[in-house]
């Protein structure tokens, strides 16, 4: 499937959750997506979030570090919203339940591994303009980036098994 292709099934809910129709399934979008991650205590709190992983048509993964205030609070509260936008057109807001799947990640004991099981995809593509790059960063310190790439890596490698 294309980042953002135009065939990818949408339910108009527009009763349910404002303007915005729902996808049917995640889109894929590029690996160096900086996604916003929502949590609740009880108020809202966005953080930035590198690289998700598209783990199916309904879940995302991602890595968390282990004394981010987000993985608290998702423990307490697991009911999230991802927000991503990303090449190919890609503007979604994913809400659903999220879950640590592992406490410690290979090779990066610092990292929890996150699943977002997806309820609701907001689609909020429009016609008047197209997310053409997304989030852009860029590489401070070339051992964070390879450890961030042996993190999604491990993700890709558990998505690949849950299906």
């Not at 099934?9 to 129709?21: A, C, E, I, L, M």
């Not at 996808?23 to 953080?47: F, K, N, R, S, Y």
């Not at 977002?116 to 997304?134: M, P």
Request: hydrophobic share 40%.
């Amino acid at each position: 499937m294309v980042a953002g292709a135009s065939h990818v099934q949408r339910q108009d809910h527009s009763t349910d959750h404002g303007d915005h129709p729902e996808l049917d399934v995640l889109p894929e979008w590029p690996q160096e997506t900086i996604a916003v991650l929502v949590t609740t205590d009880p108020g809202p709190h966005a953080i930035p979030v590198s690289w998700p992983v598209r783990a199916g048509d309904r879940q995302i993964l991602i890595s968390l570090k282990f004394d981010r205030g987000s993985l608290a609070r998702l423990r307490e509260r697991p009911e999230v919203a991802l927000l991503i936008l990303g090449g190919g057109n890609v503007a979604l807001c994913a809400r659903g339940t999220a879950r640590v799947i592992a406490e410690e990640m290979p090779d990066a004991a610092d990292y929890v591994a996150v699943r977002i099981d997806v309820q609701a995809i907001d689609d909020h593509r429009q016609s008047a303009f197209a997310v053409a790059n997304g989030i852009q960063r860029n590489v401070l310190d070339p051992a964070e980036l390879h450890a961030l790439e042996g993190r999604v890596r491990v993700l890709h490698t558990w998505a690949n098994d849950q299906n």
